[in-house]
């Protein structure tokens, strides 16, 4: 059975893309939205997400705060506290990853609440020194147990596939014995 995902985690980083428009990152992030706003995907955030996320490239503080304010009031995103339960499973997250205290809680956020996937950038295409605290990208394999990590085009490859079998399944549902004429009639 093909994976599915409708309810996904999105960290700052992504939610920045989203609202910067970054044209090196929204191509991938923006399919995400559609499907979103279209009811196909539930989007879930952490309160901590509207302190990292605080500014946006080119625009004044108070623009910047109407264009944030309207993103986490959207339907499909559904935001969290910090719980009792939450915290908790932060520091299993950081004991076992070696997150940083922000990383932890969006991962343990994620987790509690049933997201599928967490989508983020973080740690991609950066090395981490030696010493450093890890990023979540660099413990994919380790967090996948619990939930899937992907990057923004990852999910974007994996709508992309999702698409493409719908227009196969489609394909084989057109009735046998019918030619399907594409002159006017």
């Known amino acids: 059975m093909a994976k599915q995902y409708d309810l996904v ?3 700052a980083c992504v939610i920045i893309d989203i609202l910067d428009k970054n044209p090196e990152h929204y191509c991938y992030v923006e399919p995400l939205i559609r499907e979103a706003e279209a009811e196909n995907l539930n989007v879930l955030a952490s309160v901590v997400c509207i302190s990292e996320v605080f500014m946006i490239k080119g625009k004044s503080d108070s623009e910047a705060t109407t264009l944030i304010d309207a993103f986490f009031d959207q339907e499909y995103v559904h935001l ?16 076992n990853a070696n997150l940083e205290t922000a990383d932890a809680l969006h991962v343990a956020t994620a987790i509690a609440k049933g997201a599928q996937a967490f989508i983020t950038r973080d740690g991609d295409g950066k090395k981490a020194k030696k010493g450093a605290k890890k990023t979540i990208l660099e413990l994919k394999d380790r967090l996948n147990s619990e939930i899937d990590i992907l ?11 999702e698409v493409k079998q719908i227009n196969i399944r489609d394909e084989n549902d057109k009735p046998e014995g019918r030619i399907e004429s594409e002159q006017p009639e």
């Open 9 to 11: 985690y999105l960290d």
């Open 151 to 161: 990057t923004p085009k990852e999910f974007f490859e994996f709508l992309s596939s």
């Open 80 to 95: 969290y506290d910090v719980d009792d339960y939450v915290a908790r499973k932060s520091v299993s997250v950081r004991r």
